[in-house]
Nanobody, 118 residues
C-alpha cells in the first residue's frame, strides 16, 4: 500500500523549533519531488517548501525562508521539515506530498497539527 505517514508537530512556544517527518511506505521517495504544504482553517492551502528528486534542489516560500529547512534521508525513505524560529502565524496543519507547490496530484500525507502559542 502506497502511503505517506507523517509524524512530529505539536505545541511549541514562539521562537521554538519542531521537526516534521514524512515517511514513504510502499514506494521510494527519492524518485519524487517532495513538497510541504500547510493550511489554516478557512484559508487556502499554502505551498511552503519543496525538494527536487535527483539533485535535491530546494525551494522555500518567502515567509519561511531562512527558518525552515527541507531535507531527505534516503536510507530511511523519509523527508523532513526542520522548523525553527517559529511564529504564531506558522500555526497550521502541515502536509507532505509527492508534488511541489504549484503542481497538482501526487500522494499526500495525513497532515499534522503545528500550534505555536505562548
Amino acid at each position: 500500500q502506497v502511503q505517506l505517514v507523517q509524524s512530529g508537530g505539536g505545541l511549541v512556544q514562539p521562537g521554538g523549533s519542531l521537526r516534521l517527518s514524512c515517511a514513504g511506505s510502499g514506494f521510494t521517495l527519492d524518485y519524487y519531488d517532495m513538497g510541504w504544504f500547510r493550511q489554516v482553517p478557512g484559508k487556502e492551502r499554502e505551498g511552503i517548501s519543496c525538494i527536487s528528486s535527483g539533485d535535491d534542489n530546494t525551494y522555500y516560500t518567502d515567509s519561511v525562508k531562512g527558518r525552515f529547512t527541507i531535507s531527505r534521508d534516503s536510507a530511511k525513505n523519509t523527508v523532513y521539515l526542520q522548523m525553527s524560529g517559529l511564529k504564531l502565524e506558522d500555526s497550521a496543519v502541515y502536509y507532505c506530498a509527492t508534488v511541489c507547490p504549484g503542481y497538482a496530484g501526487g500522494y499526500w500525507g495525513q497532515g499534522t497539527q503545528v500550534t505555536v502559542s505562548s
